[in-house]
């Protein structure tokens, strides 16, 4: 099945391709350079040779032989570019252990007839709606090669013949590929199982329970917890400033640039509302409508947001520049002061924070706040020029005053924070407790003969809460994978399905929320109103079909693992000889 993926790449073909020769072909000589860290070699200095059958992989051309080609041919096969790493290398290797067999096997050339059936299955020149090998596609391959001074057709043509005698090696080591019987059932009754399939939906956030824990409870808590409570280390600093607001005079601009920066982010500026009738201007003729209707209603406030913007950047810019004298002047944090009303720079403590925490005054980079002032110490007092901070005033320059190190709390320290962990995790606990209590009831109502939507809402009132309910109508499992399904609730349940059979209730699955949290989580308890098993005999068309499709993978895999152990072998074999 070809991806969304492959299905954007392919729609934009004669530019992805043209960005996949430059992104693969170019840099294939640094991204398996041995002596440059990547791929198999140690990052030591270059060495003589690094033998891979009969590559010397420290050969510029050799290289391009491994992995220009390997390039090239994952191109044809998935229809999209992989990046230069380990992926990719392994590939490459793979591809050329097989030739390398071919060679000793002397397996002949492939015929023109088998590269043309090799070539029309391509994805790289699949139309995107019906799959099949698409005419056009091809002639813009081929011209873009006539333009292309790195790679040419006939490089194209080598690599597709290879790719073609590879697949036969491929195929001698893979072998018939033997399923057992119960392999191809389970797989079928797996994939082509036709579900019924109900849920029952407690919302989280609706349950509250009282929960009133003792001291004793609390302190137990903290006890069996305290590593969670550790307060860790922090940084206590002085920011020096440099105000925005002197430096607008510079920040100057041209109705070019206020036009550029609109556009980058419209949604910045919304119009602004309409004044209420009563208060409504004078009528005048009206602007008429148009593509700068929008930009001409808020330029004044993007012109104003603009120059402030760079008047900070000046300010930043500042802020280095003061950094970089008190290194020249070898100011201490003791000798500060004088130099501070000399530079219109003002000096403003700092809250202590931890490195994950710095605070929004010092900008809206806080991770690059945190990591300029957890740099500094008694020997570095200043922050570097490089780490001059842009904040909503302007610039700063960070002064160190003190790291205090991670400590561990008293109980009575952090008691409030114990008493909020303790409340929400006996919460939980209490919810997967009603969980199996609803279970239970709603359990015992079905058997009974009472409707899902009926027995859910008993069993909800006798805990107390509310539930709602939801039936999906008949569906595969391989249906199901082949859809684009958006609804999360189905998407979470049909991972337990496989061990589930029908008239099956499920224990409640705790489902938290999209941002991972509780505030949106919901308790789910899946019904299998009815599972219908396919025919699972040989008589069945598709038990021949998984039987086939299982047969060929165990056949690949086997394969695949010969050819895995060749490139281990001989790898070992480089490392060993090698100077």
């Known amino acids: ?9 392919q729609k934009h073909f004669r ?27 140690s990052g030591a200095s270059p060495r003589a040779s690094q033998r891979f059958f009969d590559l010397d992989l420290n050969s510029p051309e050799d290289q391009q032989r491994l992995v ?41 050339a492939p015929t023109t007839e088998e590269i043309n059936s090799y070539l029309f299955s391509l994805p790289a020149f699949a139309n995107p709606d019906t799959h099949q090998f ?113 430096q607008m005079a510079r920040a100057t601009a041209t109705d070019a640039d206020v036009r550029a920066y609109y556009d980058t982010d419209p949604s910045r500026f919304p119009k602004p509302p309409a004044p209420p009738a009563l208060l409504a201007a004078p009528k005048t003729a009206e602007t008429p409508a148009g593509p700068d209707a929008d930009f001409n209603a808020v330029k004044a406030d993007v012109e104003k947001a603009l120059k402030l913007d760079r008047a900070r950047r000046l300010a930043t810019k500042e802020a280095a520049a003061f950094s970089r004298l008190l290194v020249e002047k070898k100011v201490t944090p003791d000798t500060l002061t004088p130099l501070l009303a000399e530079h219109a720079a003002t000096l403003r403590p700092v ?10 005054e010092l900008g809206t980079n806080r991770q690059t706040a945190s990591d300029a002032a957890f740099k500094l110490g008694p020997a570095h007092p200043f922050s570097d020029a490089a780490d001059a901070l842009t904040t909503e005033k302007g610039g700063a320059v960070l002064v160190w005053r003190e790291t205090i190190p991670s400590r561990q709390p008293a109980y009575a320290e952090a008691k409030e924070r114990v008493a909020a962990d303790f ?3 006996e919460k939980k606990r209490r919810f997967a407790e ?24 008993e069993a909800a009132d006798k805990a107390g809460v509310k539930a709602e309910t939801k039936t999906y109508p008949a569906f595969t499992l391989r249906e199901h994978a082949t859809a684009s399904v958006s609804d999360v609730l189905l998407n979470r349940v049909v991972e337990e399905l496989p061990i589930m059979k029908g008239g099956q209730l499920s224990d409640m699955i705790t489902l938290a929320g999209q941002d991972g949290s509780d505030k949106s989580a919901k308790g789910i308890l899946l019904y299998v109103s009815d599972k219908k098993v396919p025919d699972l005999t040989p008589a069945n068309p598709q038990y021949v079909a998984v039987r086939n499709q299982l047969a060929r993978q165990l056949a690949a895999y086997a394969g695949n693992a010969s050819l895995a152990q060749l490139v281990q072998q001989e790898n070992a074999r480089s490392a060993a000889v090698t100077p």
């Not at 430059?22 to 640094?30: M, Q, Y």
Request: proline letters at 5%; glycine letters at 6%.
């Open 1 to 9: 099945m070809i991806t969304w993926v492959q299905k954007y790449l």
């Open 351 to 360: 809250a202590p924070f931890a490195r994950d925490a710095a605070p929004a």
């Open 423 to 425: 409340i929400a995790a």
């Open 434 to 457: 009603l969980g199996k209590t609803i279970r239970d009831s709603l359990g015992s109502s079905l058997k009974a003969g009472i409707t899902f939507e009926k027995a859910v809402a």
């Open 68 to 108: 220009g080609d390997a390039s090239v041919s994952r191109y044809l096969q998935v229809g999209y570019s992989l990046p230069q790493d380990e992926q990719l290398i392994n590939f490459a290797e793979m591809r050329y252990a097989a030739l390398h067999l071919a060679d000793e096997f002397h397996l002949p």
């Open 15 to 41: 530019t992805v391709f043209a960005i996949v020769l430059a992104s693969t072909i170019i840099s294939l000589v640094i991204a398996y350079n041995p002596s440059g860290g990547f791929g198999r070699g």
């Open 134 to 246: 698409d005419r056009s596609r091809y002639n813009a391959f081929r011209d873009q090669l006539k333009t292309d001074p790195r790679l040419t057709e006939s490089d194209v043509a080598r690599v597709l013949a290879d790719d073609v005698r590879a697949g036969h090696l491929e195929n001698l080591l893979a072998g018939p590929g033997h399923v057992l019987p119960g392999d191809v059932r389970s797989q079928l009754e797996l994939a082509e199982s036709s579900w019924n399939i109900a849920l029952a939906t407690v919302d989280y956030n609706a349950y509250n329970p009282t929960i009133s824990p003792t001291d004793a409870e609390l302190a137990k808590y903290f006890a069996d917890n305290s590593a969670r409570y550790e307060i860790p280390a922090q940084v206590r600093v002085d920011a020096i400033e440099f105000s925005a607001d002197t």
